[in-house]
């Protein structure tokens, strides 16, 4: 019992990471029905980027965070003026397609830069480890469990609670409607990029975090896929409830089933819960029901 | 106030849709555009709102003028600060998934006064229905009341020109006739309306003027009396002619005697 609280535990706090890497993909998907296959990039140079501000010029963290956050969405927004807007108005797997390829350009990019070593990465945040019992929660996967909530609730009131979160909104449904109203489609879409692309990063530098940071952390990104197959391409809930379910399910998979002989079997566990909601909800728990009207 | 001149639009680079369109328009008038589908009368609206790029068409020859000066290839939302003309775009132009609150504020969206939220108090008094809606989503409103929203969400850009796309494309008749009494009130009140309909009768009934599009030309205009008499007008657009050429075949041949098509 004590092992499987623990695990739950775990799995929901790095799920909260997932989450708002899950985030990240569904408001560009909303946005721009794209699905941004560069996130993994998008979470190392967002990494890389705080790196610099926060290791290598001795920053103060909390300056150097949102300036680390301001340079990777400075990055989503320029990846979206030359890759995305050139497509505007054309059809949404064109774009998906350009996000394949500039995950390949960007991981070039990241390698000639920064070589593939690995770099250390610690930031020093004060202990908060908690122990309850037989219990114990580090201390790292607490703080990044907060600031990953924390980043998730300040997005949502932003989309929920202010006027450019309204134009974000109308926008996503339809861009034609958008501009007809004086929303400028085309801005909004640059915002949305920039956003998304800070919220990897905050998730980037909450997991480099964990361990260290190399070009290979991008796999981690491709959590992100069964986080919003599961919770819904469209829902922002569902990126919630599909993180904290991909976290405990790999938790829990990593503390019964890897022990069997089974090694590896934490990365695959989420993609065949993956399966299963597919065959049973094929939009996701919380895809959105199209309102149909002829 | 509005002039466009001699305006050629394809789209793709191939499908030629406006072949040499002039027309103008005067301030404080109805101006009715007729014409049966694919006549060009939609591309014709997105040219002049400054929106034939996002659908992948572009303007190839003529002009687009404001008080004389060319708008041609000027941003939407740049025509719509500069010249208070906002399109509405055809089929419920409205946001299904916000309620009809953030609709009326999404509309807003470009204006930074203070006046936004006694100008949404403005439109439910106009709208009443809409007040005891306003927290619903506008999907799951009816089409009268989509189409009422659409109207309210122009109104909040506070144009001075509105050019409106098929209002009444899919409504019964009586809320049409309704939906066209209150164009004719905004009129009133001083915005110019450019009027694309397919409901020829109730339209020029309320007109000032009206131009008859077909296949990317302009084949007929004048004032809206003239047209409601024209005898090609009331044949193939009020249904109301002479019956003479009973069939379809017939009524073809004569088109093409008059060079229409």
């Known amino acids: ?294 | 106030m509005l002039s466009i001149e001699n305006l050629r639009v394809v789209y793709h680079d191939v499908i030629s849709v406006l072949n040499g369109i002039s027309l103008t328009l005067n301030e404080k008038e109805i101006l009715i555009i007729i014409g049966a589908n694919g006549a060009g009368k939609t591309t014709l609206l997105r040219s002049v709102a400054g929106m034939i790029d996002f659908y992948d068409g572009s303007i190839i020859d003529g002009d687009i003028k404001m008080n004389g000066a060319s708008i041609k290839g000027l941003d939407a939302t740049d025509i719509m600060k500069r010249f208070g003309l906002t399109y509405v775009i055809e089929d419920r132009p409205v946001f299904w998934y916000l309620t009809i609150e953030e609709n009326l504020g999404a509309a807003s969206f470009s204006r930074w006064d203070k006046q936004v939220k006694a100008d949404i108090e403005g439109i439910y008094s106009l709208f009443p229905v809409l007040e005891k809606l306003r927290h619903r989503k506008a999907g799951y409103a009816s089409g009268g009341e989509q189409q009422m929203l659409a109207i309210g969400m122009a109104l909040m850009t506070r144009p001075k020109i509105l050019l409106l796309d098929e209002p009444s494309l899919g409504l019964a008749p009586l809320i049409t006739e309704e939906l066209f009494s209150t164009i004719e009130g905004l009129n009133q009140s001083g915005i110019t309306i450019v009027l694309v309909e397919q409901n020829a009768h109730a339209a020029l009934d309320i007109g000032t003027r009206g131009y008859v599009m077909e296949t990317g030309r302009i084949v007929l205009d004048g004032s809206s009396r003239e047209l409601l008499e024209n005898e090609d007008v009331r044949e193939f657009y009020l249904g109301s002619g002479k019956r003479e050429r009973k069939s379809y075949k017939d009524a073809k041949r004569y088109k093409r005697r008059k060079r229409w098509l």
């Open chain 1, 1 to 294: 019992m004590v092992d499987f609280t623990q695990a739950l535990g775990a799995g929901t706090l790095v799920g909260l990471v997932y989450a708002l890497l899950g985030l990240s993909i569904v408001i560009i998907y909303r946005a721009s029905e794209a699905f941004n296959f560069a996130i993994g990039e998008f979470l190392v140079i967002g990494s890389f980027l705080f790196y610099i501000f926060f290791f290598d010029l001795r920053i103060p963290l909390l300056v150097a965070l949102p300036l680390g956050l301001l340079a990777a969405g400075l990055v989503g927004a320029l990846v979206e003026r030359f890759a995305i807007k050139p497509l505007l108005g054309r059809s949404p797997l064109s774009m998906t397609i350009i996000t394949l390829g500039l995950g390949f350009f960007l991981r070039g990019c990241v390698q000639l830069i920064f070589g593939s070593h690995s770099y250390s990465f610690f930031l020093e945040l004060p202990d908060i480890t908690q122990e309850f019992g037989d219990l114990l929660f580090l201390s790292d996967p607490i703080w990044a469990g907060i600031l990953s909530l924390s980043t998730f609730g300040l997005i949502l009131f932003l989309l929920f609670r202010t006027r450019w979160g309204l134009a974000i909104r109308a926008t996503s449904e339809n861009q034609a409607k958008a501009m007809a109203f004086g929303i400028d489609a085309r801005f909004i879409l640059l915002i949305v990029w920039a956003i998304s692309s800070a919220c990897i990063a905050v998730a980037g530098i909450m997991i480099s975090n964990f361990g260290a940071l190399s070009s290979m952390s991008s796999i981690v990104g491709l959590r992100a896929i069964p986080v919003v197959l599961i919770g819904g391409m469209d829902s922002i809930v569902g990126a919630l409830v599909g993180g904290i379910i991909v976290g405990v399910c790999e938790s829990l998979a990593g503390a019964y089933i890897e022990p069997m002989g089974l090694v590896g079997f934490k990365e695959v566990a989420p993609y065949l819960l993956l399966l299963i909601v597919l065959l049973i909800r094929p939009y996701g728990l919380f895809g959105q029901i199209r309102i149909e009207r002829v």
